[in-house]
């Protein structure tokens, strides 16, 4: 029976296909391919809704339970799906951190998630002793895998699975509001929020997804983004795990997504908009193909036309590339593929006009406010700008987050109560144009304010960026003599680094100078990498870049 809980549609997928593949880890045996070896790690829907339950009931008699915050750091495989589905059968609150945030921010995040539990791989407890996280309030852990370093002072998975492996896990009516989960935002432009999940917003969010794509029990999706991942269980799909570092998501072996892909037959794949761009030139170069996949999911970052257009060459002529809009509070907001933005739109981002992000879905209620950096209480009808005017999206709806754990200032900026609930402010600027489709014009905090104008980064960039010397671009505002002034940094195709860079800067002035909106840019530095997000390898560091950009015209 469905319930609020996303674990509850494991067991009805175990019941409907219960020899299916849910989770697939790439095999290591990439020259042989027979049956055997591919799918050598693997649990089938009735596997792992039998594991899972087994470590609900483990995890239970060892402490762990209802509304408890657990930390889980363990590393995209069997264990990690089996241990999630786990905790959501037992109401537990999954506790998600990204070790890519780094050692400085991890400690934070977990500092203001105060977690109960903690489960996870030897390095991660070698961690947590070391550097004492969250030492305070953590009173149950849990070993996955062995380590002779920690000894029998951590409880291992193994004793977990054998406490309990001959009962029966009963399952609770789970409260739809009740958190489910606590979620971190990349920390791109500070340092990573804790987001509160309810069960209600998963449900939300796999219902959007299941619709917005059309998703069929049976597919099989190539996962390279684990938490987005989960949802694939749930859907009934088989997930694929290939191997690769998933902080790293722009340095993957582009033969090994490839071969994933074609050994397994994936239907679906999600890719950062830089792991599009590294597999898609390789696989352009190579003349490999990707003849299976049904539709192409890519998240984090506007992605590149050149890039869609590449990737596009190795897929059927009729499978479009999806870029789902959103964010961690609100997941997705909106949806548009590929064929709208390369015969459409991507005209009009390179005059200036942002990036189509395509219609909210279904069950949102999408506005665009007036720009203010100051916390808005209440919702008023006059907040709201009308169809062309950049401003602040705001959204409400079922798959939208209440709240940040632990960061009431937070929360009160982002949230706009109305009678009904409350609108989300995403941080993020854009209109709706005469058709109601979502224009993303940049984040609000990296906005250009100088004494004449406010200038929005994906709007100017996306002038720049169409010269095709041009690999990305970013805006930034640099205080020189007591003003902000904006500066374009520029990160050239690596064939490209040793062009001639006073040439292309004044090709790139004469770009600049038809448009009222980059007319008044003076400087150009060049760059030779930006600095990018950990999750995607795509949100550029604009705040990093203003740093390096003000000591380079100094």
């Keep these: 029976m469905i319930t609020a809980n996303i674990a509850s549609h494991l067991p009805v997928m175990a019941l409907q296909q219960p020899d299916t593949h849910a989770v697939v880890v790439q095999s290591t045996a990439a020259n042989d391919k027979s049956d055997v070896v591919l799918y050598k790690n693997t649990y089938t829907y009735k596997e792992l809704d039998e594991v899972s339950n087994i470590i609900a009931n483990g995890l239970k008699i060892h402490g762990i339970g209802k509304g408890m915050r657990t930390v889980l750091m363990v590393k995209p495989g069997l264990d990690f799906f089996a241990l999630v589905f786990a905790l959501f059968k037992l109401e537990a609150v999954l506790v998600a951190v990204d070790p890519g945030m780094g050692i400085k921010n991890l400690g934070k995040c977990l500092a203001e998630a105060e977690p109960e539990a903690f489960i996870g791989i030897s390095t991660a407890h070698i961690a947590r002793l070391t550097l004492g996280w969250a030492k305070k309030t953590i009173s149950k852990t849990v070993l996955v895998g062995n380590n002779l370093l920690l000894g029998s002072c951590i409880t291992s998975l193994e004793k977990i699975k054998a406490s309990a492996k001959d009962r029966n896990f009963e399952n609770t009516k789970t409260v739809a ?221 079922p798959q939208v987050t209440r709240s940040y754990f632990n960061r009431h200032a937070e929360t009160n900026l982002a949230k706009i109560k109305t009678e009904s609930g409350f609108y989300h402010r995403m941080g993020d600027m854009g209109y709706l144009d005469n058709d109601g489709r979502i224009w993303f014009c940049g984040r609000k905090s990296q906005r250009v304010i100088t004494e004449i104008e406010t200038l929005y980064t994906i709007c100017c960039e996306g002038i720049f960026n169409k010269h095709e010397s ?30 001639d860079k006073k040439k292309l800067t004044e090709e790139l002035f004469e770009l600049a100078s038809h448009y009222s909106i980059t007319k008044n840019i003076k400087h150009i530095l060049f760059h030779s990498g930006f600095p990018v997000d950990i999750r995607h390898n795509a949100k550029i560091g604009r705040e990093k870049l203003a740093i390096w950009a003000e000591e380079k015209l100094r």
């Design 177 to 397: 509001e009740d958190m489910a989960a606590i979620l971190f935002t990349s920390g791109s432009t500070g340092i990573p929020k804790g987001v509160v999940y309810t069960h209600a917003n998963f449900t939300a969010q796999h219902e959007a997804l299941k619709n917005l794509y059309k998703i069929q029990a049976g597919e099989i999706d190539l996962a390279t983004f684990p938490l987005f991942a989960l949802f694939a269980p749930a859907l009934g799909m088989t997930s694929v795990i290939p191997k690769m570092d998933f902080t790293r998501p722009g340095h993957v072996n582009p033969k090994t997504i490839i071969d994933a892909v074609n050994d397994y037959k994936c239907t679906t794949m999600f890719g950062s908009p830089a792991l599009l761009n590294r597999v898609g030139k390789w696989g352009g170069a190579n003349e490999r193909k990707l003849p299976t996949l049904k539709r192409v999911l890519s998240a984090g970052a506007p992605v590149a036309p050149s890039v869609l257009t590449r990737f596009k060459s190795l897929l059927n002529d009729d499978v479009q590339i999806f870029t789902p809009y959103g964010a961690t509070e609100s997941l997705p907001v909106s949806s548009v593929g590929s064929n709208v933005i390369l015969d459409e739109t991507a005209a009009a981002t390179s005059e200036g006009k942002g990036v189509c992000v395509g219609k909210p879905v279904s069950s949102l209620d999408t506005r665009i406010i007036k720009i203010t950096d100051d916390v808005i209480s209440n919702w008023d009808n006059d907040l709201a700008l009308a169809a062309n005017q950049i401003g602040e999206i705001c959204v409400k709806g």
């Design 470 to 499: 041009v690999l990305r671009t970013a805006l930034v505002g640099v205080r020189l003599k007591n003003k902000i002034v904006p500066v374009i940094c520029v990160e050239l195709e690596a064939e490209l680094k040793s062009i």
